[in-house]
């Protein structure tokens, strides 16, 4: 794909964004053929932000996150600085489709993984990382009907990245516990709650890094230090409204929470 033609791609999805309305695909001539041209038009998003790239988003590590936009395997998405709340935050809603918050592991790299012929193991990849954290997203996507538009303009649409709680750091101690079997309970108000476990993630967090590493390194874009990778969904994306209070229990690893903010 020609970079100018990305550029209009991009251009065509922040103004939807922005502006909080849907289009029912691409068109045909900015339209992705496969997801490397996805991937080109996505990058151009980093242009919009002040601020450098805070880190990526991994979609599809699971069944149900799978089946929730219409997908087979994982797909990358970029975090921007913008998008980006704390713990206990109140997080806005505004044109909201999806309406799901998710309950995620996020590596935050100590160093760089650069491009290079070889993959990465896991290992490796875990040898760079400096520190786990707890997390929420709350993805969406400007598309009339994301179940079906297909991979590429998916990731074109920024993997359906939008709105991303970044809790606290967890104890040292994560580093000797069994990931793929830790319990993880979401709560949404007093009465929905939904339980996973890290294995919903690729079968292990761990393996879905690793799954990034080595998916930008055959892009030729370096995961970068002190950027944070949330790994995708422990459990089923659970259905949010404004006004609600999301909690998720990480068990010994600590808690986090946020409050949806907007209109109903």
């Keep these: 794909m ?11 999805l922040v103004q939807h964004w922005q502006a909080g309305t849907v289009l029912d695909c691409l068109p045909t001539p900015l ?15 980093e242009a919009i932000s002040a ?16 089946r929730h936009i219409g997908i ?14 704390g713990d206990g935050d109140a ?15 996020a590596f935050r790299m100590g160093r760089s993984l650069a491009p290079r012929a070889r993959p990465y193991d896991v290992l ?13 997203e709350i993805p969406d996507s400007r598309y009339q009907d994301f179940v079906t538009i297909g991979g590429p303009q998916l990731i074109a649409d920024n993997a359906c990245a939008h709105r991303f709680v970044l809790g606290p750091e967890a104890p040292a101690m994560w580093r000797e516990l069994d990931l793929p079997r830790h319990r993880v309970l979401g709560r949404v108000g007093k009465t929905f709650k939904r339980e996973g476990i890290g294995e919903n993630v690729l079968g292990d967090p761990r393996i879905a890094l690793t799954w990034l590493a080595n998916e930008l390194s055959r892009l030729g874009v370096t995961l970068g230090a002190d950027q944070v990778v949330t790994t995708g969904t422990c459990l089923a994306p659970m259905d949010i409204s404004a006004g609600d209070v999301v909690a998720v229990d990480y068990g010994s690893l600590g808690s986090l929470s946020c409050r949806i903010q907007g209109p109903g």
């Design 51 to 66: 601020k450098p790239l805070f880190g990526w988003k991994i979609a599809g590590t699971s069944v149900a996150g799978q």
């Design 2 to 12: 020609d970079i100018d033609i990305a550029k209009a791609a991009s251009a065509m």
């Design 124 to 136: 490796e990849v875990m040898d760079a990382v400096s520190a786990l954290h707890l997390a929420i």
């Design 31 to 45: 339209r992705p053929a496969c997801p490397e041209d996805g991937y080109l038009i996505q990058a151009q998003i």
């Design 72 to 85: 087979d395997g994982p797909i990358a998405g970029r975090l921007l600085s913008e998008m980006v709340y």
């Design 91 to 105: 997080v806005p809603i505004g044109a909201d489709r999806m309406r799901v918050a998710e309950a995620e592991f």
